[in-house]
């Protein structure tokens, strides 16, 4: 019979898409995937550090697996991910957790195979942490677990160095792939079926200065010129670095969703200055002028931070007045955390928590009315679905709009992997119901 594996992921897009690396890695082994932990002759932990409760889930998750493995000897436990490329975080997690056998980080996930087959002849942990080497290992092929979508990366780390945030820290320095490379990836995963490609960057428009060969409007250009009926979406751009260009290439190109995800993180200049984030709320409201110029009906998602160290009721309330003034089709929100060797976290004017918690309270409730006010917008429009799965509770199929929003709609035909035109009758938060024409 063949040998288990069960991969937990924590984190952003970029973390799921390499635990299908991982799984990639796993299944050449001979191991196939377990949705039961306690099956699992291997688990890996695939863990994140952008904020603390980020990393405290995952602790809490590796401390449960203490008793599995006392009754389970030849389990084998392998934690990698961002939390362990921190400094020092490594022996840290040996040490509270001697159970584990393999450590490993972020630039040495293609050693994993090398890592398991070692630990199969030793007692001792394997603990492997490695810098960035500033190259791009494309290592082995993933294992994808999305269809009909598909994750691609185009760049690797962040050059950025926004104050608060740990990214530059443990993903190392930007690195863009060959576009010649993506291109026969996109390629490939279009003729094999997949109907819908996301590119992976933590500033995806900033591709081309990671020693690429051409900028990223061309990249996407060139992607929705394969032929093939398929979306092309992409995540995360930076204010700084959207352009022009690449609004006239959304627009222009009917594969590429109208939608867009722009982190303004905040609505002060000044605190926006603290943050490095390198423009004002004035240079990010015009470019989500350029942006709706040339996409009238450009979904716009954001992500904002609130507490950050020095701010202020007047910071808050200018953001605030950024989210009205933009008017969001959905936002993420979060309290700023702290996180060890920022520059952020060294800053004096640490904001209470009392404080933090009253605002993204207040800030929440503006998101949400935004977001039901754009849903509310779908009802009795027909919309273009991707059907992605099918939802047991709600006893309905599920696919995403171009713009991003969840469809729930009822079918008697399987239309997994299919784009289906659905009638939105009802509007639920960030999600629509609808039914099939
Ligand atoms: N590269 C992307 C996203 C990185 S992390 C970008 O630049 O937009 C996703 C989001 O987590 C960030 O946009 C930010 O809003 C949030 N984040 C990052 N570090 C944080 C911290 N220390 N505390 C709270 N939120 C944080
Ligand atoms: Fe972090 Fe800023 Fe880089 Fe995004 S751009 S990953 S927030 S440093
Ligand atoms: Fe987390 Fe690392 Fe992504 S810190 S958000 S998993 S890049």
Not at 88 to 102: M, Q, R, S, T
Not at 308 to 325: A, C, I, N, Q, R
Not at 410 to 425: D, H, L, P, Q, R
């Amino acid at each position: 019979m063949d040998k288990l594996y069960h991969i937990v992921t924590y984190g952003c897009q970029m973390n799921v898409h390499e635990s299908e690396k991982i799984a990639g890695i796993l299944s050449e082994l001979g191991y196939s995937s377990t949705e039961d932990m306690e099956r699992a002759d291997i688990v890996v932990f695939n863990t994140c550090c952008i904020r603390e409760n980020a990393e405290n889930h995952a602790y809490g998750n590796i401390g449960m697996l203490k008793k599995l493995k006392a009754r389970n000897k030849n389990m084998l436990i392998a934690v990698g991910g961002c939390l362990t490329q921190q400094i020092n975080k490594a022996d840290d997690l040996h040490e509270k957790f001697p159970y584990v056998d393999i450590i490993f980080g972020t630039h040495n996930l293609n050693k994993l195979k090398e890592y398991i087959l070692a630990k199969r002849l030793q007692k001792k942990a394997v603990i492997k942490i490695e810098e960035c080497d500033g190259r791009i290992d494309e290592g082995d092929k993933p294992l994808r677990t999305s269809y009909p979508n598909a994750w691609v990366n185009i760049t690797y780390g962040c050059n950025n160095f926004c104050t608060y945030c740990i990214v530059p820290y443990v993903r190392g320095r930007e690195r863009s792939r060959k576009s010649q490379d993506i291109i026969a990836e996109v390629k490939e995963l279009v003729a094999d079926g997949y109907k819908e490609i996301t590119l992976l960057g933590q500033n995806v428009n900033s591709y081309g200065n990671g020693g690429a060969d051409i900028p990223f409007y061309e990249l996407l250009e060139k992607l929705a010129a394969i032929e093939g009926k398929f979306r092309i979406r992409f995540m995360t751009s930076h204010p700084k670095d959207f352009s022009e260009e690449l609004a006239k290439v959304m627009a222009g190109n009917s594969k590429i969703c109208n939608c867009l995800h722009l982190p303004v993180q905040s609505g002060s200049d000044s605190i926006l200055k603290a943050m490095n984030r390198r423009y004002s709320s004035e240079d990010y409201l015009k470019k989500v002028e350029i942006l709706k110029k040339y996409i009238p009906d450009c979904a716009i998602t954001t992500d904002l931070i609130v507490g950050f160290p020095g701010e202020s009721e007047k910071d808050f309330e200018d953001t605030l007045e950024l989210v009205e003034k933009v008017d969001f089709a959905s936002a993420f929100t979060f309290v700023y955390s702290p996180r060890e060797g920022t520059k952020a976290a060294e800053m004096p004017e640490q904001v209470d928590g009392e404080i933090s918690k009253r605002r993204i309270m207040k800030l929440i409730e503006l998101v949400n009315s935004q977001t039901r006010a754009h849903s509310a917008l779908f009802v009795g429009k027909q919309v273009e679905v991707l059907c992605e799965g099918y939802d047991e509770k709600r006893n309905a199929y599920m696919g995403r709009s171009e713009h991003g929003r969840m469809v729930y709609f009822g079918c008697s035909e399987n239309k997994i992997g299919e784009f289906v035109a659905v009638k939105i009758n009802e509007a639920n938060g960030i999600s629509l119901m609808g039914e099939i024409i």
